[in-house]
């Protein structure tokens, strides 16, 4: 601050003003207070706690002191983590309006003003100078103006961010990879778990979508605070709306007591909504509610009314969703709500199948390995031994399609390491693990867009490999019982074939 202080002021206060003849009046601060009122003054301030209480009782207001240490007051990072969580516990703890106060301090510190009072903590801006003082319009909001075409914008905002694996990226050290696939999901996602938006999750069953969830979670600025997660599909409709909303006492037949739902819980936190797609349409109506920030709130304020209750519940919650259905369909459909899916898709995060990221699965097999010796080792005691997985093995997994994506993958792991002879998984061990392709698969292969990427000898490729695997999974490995399955007239010939195709198995001779 650089405003002079009038003589009746104590030194403390004039040293935390300062003294500039040439700017007379009584400082930006107590500018503002002789000329606006407010239901509660706080001041955050770096000097002293005796100099700061000074500088408060020559303003002449019950002032709030909130002192912070500032190392750089030119540094936005430091000084966002000292302004935030001192607003969290404000707008907790009151239903009023904020008003930011501009002028005294660094520009930097205006600029977090601005940028929290335009996003996360809607707030009234003041500006004073020269004795006078007026509110400040900044004609854009963050959340509806900048932040869904920023997010939504190609690669050239976050792809710098997509050059890292995710065991380098703060938050999400438990995903595993290092394709150019995952990497680049990892990137989006660390942008948008840096803003309080909601998060759309998009991919196929068991790609780790909750996991996501969670490394968002963890790398934004609730990381601290709880993540609380609800699998829409698992909850009957009946209850669903209590497990979210809670209900008081009374308000249906075994509701005994008053009880918080997963909005309440997550307070302050994350609601991970878990095969959001499931919910059926009375329950969509429900949630748009809920999500729909009230005027002049953060994008995270949340309104809803517990069941049975009379009045309204607001907390602070950052919503990320999930889904493996088509929604663009279900809307078609009719069973999905157009409105609830712009209100959960400010970013949409779609994460690819393990499909398309065959060069991850040597990393996650070993990964995945280590925790089931360990889990099988408890529970078999001395007589289990730890596996290992042998290379042909590894290039017999990366073949393969895995519809189940990642947990396929696990589930394959731990029935071939609990039922396999020796130390090294060999390729007919995840074979016996595997299921058969879905029957589905067939009319999706069917089915698929000609031009672009197409190629048909890929995908003949693709067939041939299919059955010959199956082949072989049905001998037990036995090339002679395999070639007679597939027609043809000798083992030489499937011998051949495998080969050629790279689909490895330890093979038996013709006289077995």
């Known amino acids: 601050m650089v405003a002079a202080v009038p003589s009746s002021a104590s030194e403390a206060a004039r040293k935390i003003v300062g003294q500039c003849d040439s700017v007379p009046g009584v400082g930006p601060v107590k500018s503002l207070l002789d000329q606006e009122s407010f239901d509660q003054i706080h001041l955050l301030s770096d000097y002293t706690p005796a100099a700061s209480n000074e500088f408060a009782s020559w303003l002449d207001r019950k002032v709030k002191i909130h002192v912070v240490a500032v190392k750089n007051p030119s540094d936005h990072g430091a000084l966002l983590d000292i302004v935030r969580p001192i607003l969290q516990g404000l707008r907790r703890a009151k239903d009023d309006e904020l008003a930011f106060h501009l002028s005294p301090g660094t520009p930097a510190m205006g600029a977090i003003w601005i940028l929290l009072g335009k996003s996360q903590f809607p707030a009234t ?17 963050i959340t509806t103006d900048v932040l869904p075409d920023l997010l939504r914008e190609p690669d050239r905002y976050w792809q710098h961010l997509a050059t890292r694996t995710p065991q380098e990226v703060s938050g999400f050290e438990s995903i595993v990879g290092k394709s150019e696939a995952i990497k680049a999901a990892v990137g989006r996602a660390q942008r948008a778990a840096i803003h309080d938006v909601p998060v759309l999750i998009l991919g196929e069953s068991g790609t780790g979508k909750e996991m996501f969830a969670e490394a968002i979670h963890k790398a934004s600025h609730r990381g601290r605070q709880q993540i609380v997660s609800i699998n829409c599909a698992a909850i009957s409709r009946e209850l669903l709306e209590s497990e979210l909303f809670g209900h008081v006492k009374g308000a249906f037949t075994g509701a005994d ?14 609601l991970f909504l878990d095969e959001i797609g499931e919910c059926d349409l009375a329950m969509q109506a429900k949630l748009l509610r ?53 209100r959960l898709s400010i970013v949409t995060l779609k994460l690819p199948p393990l499909r398309q990221r065959p060069e991850d699965i040597a990393q996650i097999s070993k990964t995945l390995l280590i925790d089931i010796n360990v889990r099988l080792k408890k529970q078999g005691g001395p007589s289990y031994q730890d596996k290992s997985i042998s290379a042909d093995t590894i290039q017999f997994m990366q073949r393969y399609p895995w519809p189940g994506n990642v947990r396929e993958l696990s589930n394959a792991l731990v029935q071939a390491a609990m039922m396999a002879d020796s130390k090294t998984l060999k390729p007919q061990d995840i074979a016996a693990a595997v299921a058969e392709f879905p029957s589905a698969k067939n009319d999706d292969l069917l089915s698929l867009p000609l031009g672009g990427s197409f190629v048909l000898e890929s995908h003949l ?17 036995k090339v002679t019982k395999a070639a007679k399955l597939l027609g043809y007239k000798n083992y030489q010939t499937l011998s051949a074939q495998l080969e050629r195709l790279g689909v490895e198995f330890e093979m038996q001779s013709e006289a077995e």
């Not at 008053?258 to 997550?266: Q, S, T």
């Not at 490729?461 to 490995?477: C, K, P, T, V, W």
């Open 290 to 342: 809920a999500l729909q920030p009230p005027a002049a709130e953060g994008p995270c304020c949340r309104i809803f009314r517990p069941v049975g209750a009379m009045q309204d519940k607001k907390v602070d919650v950052r919503i990320i969703a999930a889904t493996n259905r088509d929604l663009t369909k279900a809307i078609a459909d009719g069973a999905f709500r157009e409105d609830l899916l712009y």
């Open 461 to 477: 490729l693709n067939i041939q490999r299919h059955f010959l695997r199956r082949a072989m999974l049905e001998s037990d490995g």
């Open 257 to 270: 007591k008053n009880r918080i739902g997963a909005f309440e819980e997550a307070d302050g936190g994350t």
């Open 125 to 141: 801006l003041y500006q004073t100078y020269n004795g006078k003082a007026w509110k400040t319009e900044i004609p854009f909001d």
